[in-house]
Structures are given as C-alpha cells and as structure tokens.
T-cell receptor
Framework: SQQGEEDPQALSIQEGENATMNCSYKTSINNLQWYRQNSGRGLVHLILIRSNEREKHSGRLRVTLDTSKKSSSLLITASRAADTASYFCATDAVAGSARQLTFGSGTQLTVLP | EAGVAQSPRYKIIEKRQSVAFWCNPISGHATLYWYQQILGQGPKLLIQFQNNGVVDDSQLPKDRFSAERLKGVDSTLKIQPAKLEDSAVYLC???????????FGPGTRLLVL
C-alpha cells in the first residue's frame, strides 16, 4: 500500500517560477525523504527530514514537515528546465516487523523554458 | 564512487516464461532492496536484505518471485512464471546500515507479452 500521497499529480510551470509539491501520509514516521526520478532512470535522493524537524533547506530545495497534520511539502525555488522530473515522497516507518521506506505515487513536474 | 549496477536494462518475454535480474550494490553497502515500479506509480518494496539475510519479504509474491543475495554482495531477483501484470521497472537500491538514504540503480524495464 502507498503510505504517502503526493499532490498535485502533475504540475507545469515556467522556468524561474517556484514549484510546490505536497505529501500526506497516514502513520507515525521516523523520517520523510524526497526523491527525484528522471524519465527512464532510477531515483535520486534529494533531502531527508527527521520527525523532530520542521524545516530543512538544501540549495534551491526547502522541505517542511508537520507531524500533527501528517504532511510535508517540497518547494523548488527558481525552477530550471532540468528540474523536469517525477518527485516522490517516501516515509520511513515500521510496517509489519521491519522498518520500510514507502513511496507515494509521485508528482510529475514539467518546467517550460 | 561507482553507483548501483543493474542488468539487463530491458527485457521482453512472453507470459509463463522465467526471467532473472541482477544487481551489484555500491561497495560496502550492507543493505540491498528490490522494488517494483509499475507505470505511473511509486516504487513498491519487494524484498530487503541486510548482508545476505532477508530482513523483510512480506510484499514479495513468493509463489512466483524469488531473490537471493549470495555472500552479501550481488543479488538476483527471479520471476517464474511471469504474468502480464509483472510488466514494470524493477529497481535495485542499496544503503549503509540503517534506513537512511538509498541509492538506486537505473532499473530493469520488463515487458511481459
């Protein structure tokens, strides 16, 4: 089952604009991670935010986490055409007897030049 | 540092045939994961190894899927017999001890006809 659900499913913006993607999840988590996937490629880790953190920055990326609302957002500032990709949130939580990373269904971001 | 290697990159088979995928993780990574990613969805964990032991295989369809990680390094994932619904990208990922950042290979795209 998919623990995290991204919103929107697809987003199209102009180069230079900011892109915001949201992720909601259902259970308690150890941390939440965001990954990027270019078409036909594997996933690349972008950023990890722990359950006791509220905000984290990495270059043009800003992630927030609200554990009371079980939600996270990823903001990409000053977007570039090269940011075109699918973005997935993944929650690190116990599922059954082991910790698992569970991915959402992703947001397809298109940045138009 | 070399990344996660996977082969083959593409495979087309007919239903009821068998197929095997190979993964070579990043040197020194104790944990290895196999994911199935169906088109338009996020990756779904099939099996997790730590060294050569299975940590979690609760989502592996064991009637047709099997995986092994001999000597705690390379891993193979096998499907026998394949069904149409097995058409997907099979991703291998590795990581250091603990469930933090995962490093993904490029994946094997399987088409079952």
């Amino acid at each position: 089952s998919q623990q995290g659900e991204e919103d929107p499913q697809a987003l199209s913006i102009q180069e230079g604009e900011n892109a915001t993607m949201n992720c909601s999840y259902k259970t308690s988590i150890n941390n939440l991670q965001w990954y990027r996937q270019n078409s036909g490629r594997g996933l690349v880790h972008l950023i990890l935010i722990r359950s006791n953190e509220r905000e984290k920055h990495s270059g043009r990326l800003r992630v927030t986490l609200d554990t009371s609302k079980k939600s996270s957002s990823l903001l990409i500032t000053a977007s570039r055409a090269a940011d075109t990709a699918s973005y997935f949130c993944a929650t690190d939580a116990v599922a059954g007897s082991a910790r698992q990373l569970t991915f959402g269904s992703g947001t397809q971001l298109t940045v138009l030049p | 540092e070399a990344g996660v290697a996977q082969s083959p990159r593409y495979k087309i088979i007919e239903k009821r045939q068998s197929v095997a995928f190979w993964c070579n993780p990043i040197s020194g990574h104790a944990t290895l994961y196999w994911y199935q990613q169906i088109l338009g969805q996020g990756p779904k964990l099939l099996i997790q190894f730590q060294n050569n032991g299975v940590v979690d295989d609760s989502q592996l369809p064991k009637d047709r899927f099997s995986a092994e990680r001999l000597k705690g390094v390379d891993s193979t994932l096998k499907i026998q017999p394949a069904k149409l619904e097995d058409s997907a990208v099979y991703l291998c990922a590795s990581g250091l001890m603990g469930l933090e950042t995962q490093y993904f290979g490029p994946g094997t795209r399987l088409l079952v006809l």
